[in-house]
């Protein structure tokens, strides 16, 4: 524990410059009396490290002394150095070791690009959380991960999409997370490979029993083509409407129930041609009540009957209430 100690104050010395031992035992979460001694032996095995006092003091290395990076270009580093997904690296339990493993690279950087490789943390910043925090909870996740690692069977009680719960055993073979849910990629007994959502997943136990992964497994490249396969399976209900330009800022962003697919250019009193695309009829005939006379359907025909009848039954509803 204190080599990974020592190497870890190595590593922020050559990265930072210098560090106070305030500095220092709050980084590392050891007392300042700890970062003494840690002092004493690092100088101890050759390291040049000294301190300097003052009220701008602190403990430094030796100007030159650090280990260089080399052949890697300035798009490689920033590659590299873009910020993950602080809310992933969180449930994972590996937020600690990336950024160690940050301050690890950027130690080993060539002194004139460590001030451009930290540059790159102030700039760009992914968040995958949503605004509303929708967050899905996963109770075994803990459970999921330890099968994930060594590579042991999962009996799992599994929520179907009726509703109804099923258990199952399988072999897990990764983790993928998409938008802010998290799936269980994992291999049947008849050797299908299947998503679960993680959050669907009631309870998980490790069985006695080893797994296998399939030769040549790629978990990025079986997603990929998965995704596809879902999408090509979804419906879809296209309609063409006229929009005003008021509602039009809105459309845009309407989010998850309606897809825009083909905009015209603005007609007379403002009204503007819209191809839409949503997954059911339904979907569609509420969407566009919603925005009352501000959209107006041109096909299907069937639709704009549809909607009548709907908008006569709201008000013939709230008349008699």
């Not at 797994?211 to 090509?232: G, H, I």
């Amino acid at each position: 524990m204190r080599a990974d100690r020592l190497l870890s104050i190595l590593l922020l010395l050559q990265s930072q410059r210098q560090l106070t031992a305030k500095e220092l035992a709050e980084k590392l979460e050891v007392s300042k009396r700890t970062i003494y001694r840690d002092m004493e032996a690092l100088s101890g095995i050759g390291i040049p490290v000294f301190s300097q006092r003052g009220q701008n003091g602190g403990w430094s290395l030796v100007d030159g002394f650090q280990t260089s990076l080399t052949g890697m270009t300035e798009t490689e580093l920033r590659t590299l150095l873009v910020s993950p997904s602080v809310q992933f690296l969180d449930d994972l339990g590996l937020t600690r070791s990336s950024e160690e493993a940050r301050q690890k690279l950027l130690a080993s950087l060539p002194s004139a690009n460590r001030e451009k490789a930290k540059d790159v943390w102030n700039r760009i910043h992914i968040d995958t959380s949503g605004w509303r925090q929708r967050k899905e909870k996963v109770t075994a996740f803990d459970v999921l991960k330890e099968a994930i690692w060594s590579n042991y069977k999962l009996n799992i009680i599994y929520e179907q999409a009726d509703g109804k719960t099923a258990e199952r055993v399988v072999s897990p073979l990764g983790l993928v997370a998409k938008g802010e849910r998290w799936y269980l990629i994992a291999q049947k007994d008849n050797g299908a490979i299947r998503n679960y959502r993680a959050s669907r997943i009631h309870s998980a136990a490790l069985a006695n029993e080893s797994c296998k992964r399939p030769e040549n497994f790629d978990l990025a490249n079986y997603w990929k083509a998965s995704t596809a396969a879902f999408l090509a399976t979804l419906p879809t209900f296209e309609v063409t409407v006229e929009v005003t330009a008021a509602i039009w800022p809105r459309l845009r962003y309407s989010g998850r129930f309606v897809r825009v697919v083909e905009l015209g250019t603005e007609r007379e009193q403002d009204w503007i041609p819209v191809k839409l695309s949503f997954d059911t009829k339904e979907e569609a005939r509420g969407y566009i009540l919603g925005f009352a006379d501000q959209i107006k359907v041109i096909e299907p025909k069937e639709l704009i009957c549809d909607i009548l009848q709907q908008a006569e039954a709201a008000v013939a509803f709230y008349k008699q209430l």
